[in-house]
């Protein structure tokens, strides 16, 4: 029988945020030949804004692969787009006015779920 660990050693551990960071992003739509992998500067999280390093990210049809291909319904893109919405991590840095988020805490990220305080 197998079992999954949740133990914390498990998740990254935060780090001072890099100047730069790995992403896969499309810079025209088409097939998955159009996805690349490149080095972006890593952003500064603005007022009442907190980066997350990524551990996970989903994959989804509407979000990702409609997107990709120029064919989301609801969305309109600015090229390059950088995917990845629905992620999970840990709390890397905090902008000002955050309140409620520590360093090291573990976030789920989902933005189109809001507590009903945030700017939409």
Not at 41 to 49: A, L, S, Y
Not at 90 to 115: I, K
Request: charge should be negative.
């Amino acid at each position: 029988m197998s079992t999954i660990s949740t133990q914390a050693a498990e998740w990254p551990r935060p780090v001072t945020p890099a100047s730069t960071m790995t992403a896969v992003v499309f810079g025209e739509f088409g097939p998955p030949e159009v996805l690349k992998q490149v080095s972006l500067p890593t952003p500064r999280p603005g007022h009442g804004e907190v980066l997350v390093q990524v551990a996970a990210v989903s994959v989804g049809r509407l979000l990702d692969i409609t997107a990709r291909a120029g064919n989301h319904p609801y969305a309109k893109f600015v090229l390059p787009h950088v995917l990845g919405a629905e992620h999970a991590g840990v709390v890397a840095a905090l902008g000002p006015g955050v309140s409620g988020f520590e360093t090291g805490d573990r976030v789920a990220v989902f933005p189109v779920v809001t507590d009903g305080t945030c700017d939409l």
